[in-house]
Every structure is written in structure tokens, then in C-alpha cells.
């Protein structure tokens, strides 16, 4: 797919507010970081960016560091609601008109997100967030609608309808071209790296710092207290969260069992 080098790129990110607006208190993660980095890089190299977010109160369209954010879209996990998402969502990106408009993970946007483009003949790209997003079997565990056929096969249709996929790893791409038949570009996630000489240098480093969600799927935290096992001599501490508190429990149990593990 090929694009002018002032395209126009839309991305429909509904959890982006958090890097637009620093203390807005919504939920954000690596997909959100990594769209935050694209963003500002495109908009340094000249282009014209914009984001399709979350619905809010008040004023649906707001200007912010250069950015044209439109809160329009209702949440997409309702599929009771999937035919007003539906309809907000084709007014939004009609609105936009961007050249181009990208998404990434959220499977039941990625659905809605390629059923609007394809009807106004937009280009959509859609880029894969976790093996869950390509391992079918996964899905239903962050997306209950998942566990049945239908929104299986809307899915692997709405990847198949982008004009082009994009994949973090071999693993993914193989996926998705071996199961699905899809062709997809393998783009590793990309992060601003200090100067060498910013970096304390490994020998002074006191500790392994750990920092995420504590998703059992996405995230496996377990693997931290494997490896504060194996290495008993180097200190490990972990930040995080999960909302499944039977898991929670189980996690903090078995890194309680580490003495060189703090939580």
C-alpha cells in the first residue's frame, strides 16, 4: 500500500486520551504508547494526524499538541449496540477523511473499524497488539463475544478486508499466512532509546524492575517469579495491577516465597 508523504492518518485509538491529556485517569497500555510514538513521528515529519476516540462529555472535537482528537465513538465490546457504533463510527470516519486509518489490537474494532472503511472506500491498516489477537482460541478471554463462530469468522473477514496487516513477530506473520491466508508485514515495536552514556552502567544496577499489567495471558507475571527462583542473587520488584483478584492472590503467594522479590 502506498500513501503520499503528507498522508493524512487517522487513528481510531478509543484509550488514547491518557498521553494526549497526562492525568486523565482512562486506561492506557503499550497499544496507546506505540500509536502515541507513530503519531508524534508522522506529525514531525510533516503529516497531517488525527485520533477517533472514546465519546465524551462536552465537546466532541478538541485540538490537542497538533492533533485533531474526535470523541465520538461508544464503547465496542456491547454487541447489543453494534448497529449505533456501527453508525458513529461510519459518521466519524467520513468526517475525518483521512488517507488512511489505522488500528491497532481490539479485535471488535478491528470488525467494526474494516466494515466502515470498506463501505467509504477508505484504507484501513491493522496492526496485531499480541499472539491473542492472531491465536483464535485466546480471544474470548479479553472479548467474551468471542467464544462463539460467528464473530470468529467477522474477524478473520475484517483482517482480510484491511489493505494491509501488520504483525510484531515471525511468529504472528506465520499465523496469520498459514492459518488465515492473510500476508502480513512483520514492524517490531519501536521505543526512544537514552544515549549510552545516559544509561547506568549494567554493573551499578542494583535491581530488575518489572512494570505491567498482571494479565496471566498477555502479561504472564509468573515468568518474573520463575526467574527470581533460578537467580536467588539478584533482587527483583514488580509494579502492577489486575482486577482478577483470585488471581491476584495466587500471584502475591507465590512471590511472597521470594525473598529477592518485592511487590
Not at 105 to 110: A, H, R
Not at 115 to 139: I, K, P, Q
Not at 168 to 195: K, M, W
Not at 212 to 230: I, N, T, W
Request: net charge negative; glycine share 6%.
Amino acid at each position: 500500500m502506498s500513501l503520499p508523504t503528507d498522508a493524512h492518518v487517522c487513528f481510531i485509538c478509543p484509550y488514547i486520551e491518557s498521553y494526549l491529556k497526562p492525568g486523565s485517569g482512562t486506561h492506557v497500555g503499550g497499544a496507546e504508547r506505540q500509536q502515541h510514538l507513530l503519531a508524534t513521528q508522522l506529525q514531525e515529519n510533516g503529516n497531517d494526524v488525527s485520533f477517533i476516540t472514546f465519546e465524551g462529555d462536552g465537546d466532541r472535537y478538541e485540538r490537542i499538541d497538533g492533533f485533531d482528537c474526535w470523541r465520538t465513538l461508544p464503547p465496542t465490546n456491547d454487541v447489543r449496540r453494534t448497529p449505533s457504533v456501527l453508525v458513529k463510527l461510519l459518521r466519524s470516519i467520513r468526517r475525518v477523511d483521512a488517507d488512511v486509518f489505522y488500528v491497532r489490537g481490539n479485535p471488535p474494532l478491528c470488525i467494526l473499524s474494516s466494515y466502515c472503511c470498506s463501505l467509504l472506500g477508505e484504507r484501513l491498516v491493522y496492526v496485531v497488539a499480541n499472539d491473542s489477537n492472531v491465536e483464535l482460541s485466546r480471544l474470548s478471554t479479553h472479548h467474551g463475544m468471542f467464544e462463539y463462530t460467528l464473530p470468529k469468522l467477522g474477524y478473520v473477514d475484517a483482517m482480510r478486508r484491511a489493505d494491509q496487516v501488520v504483525a510484531q513477530t515471525e511468529h504472528q506473520r506465520t499465523i496469520l499466512n498459514d492459518v488465515f491466508g492473510i500476508d502480513a508485514t512483520v514492524i517490531s515495536n519501536g521505543y526512544t532509546v537514552p544515549d549510552e552514556t545516559a544509561l547506568r552502567p549494567a554493573q551499578e544496577r542494583s535491581y530488575v524492575l518489572w512494570v505491567g499489567s498482571l494479565d496471566p495471558d498477555q502479561k504472564r507475571p509468573e515468568r518474573v517469579c520463575e526467574l527470581a527462583e533460578r537467580l536467588p542473587d539478584v533482587p527483583f520488584k514488580m509494579v502492577g495491577w489486575t482486577t482478577d483478584e483470585s488471581y491476584r492472590e495466587t500471584l502475591i503467594k507465590q512471590m511472597s516465597a521470594h525473598s529477592n522479590l518485592s511487590f
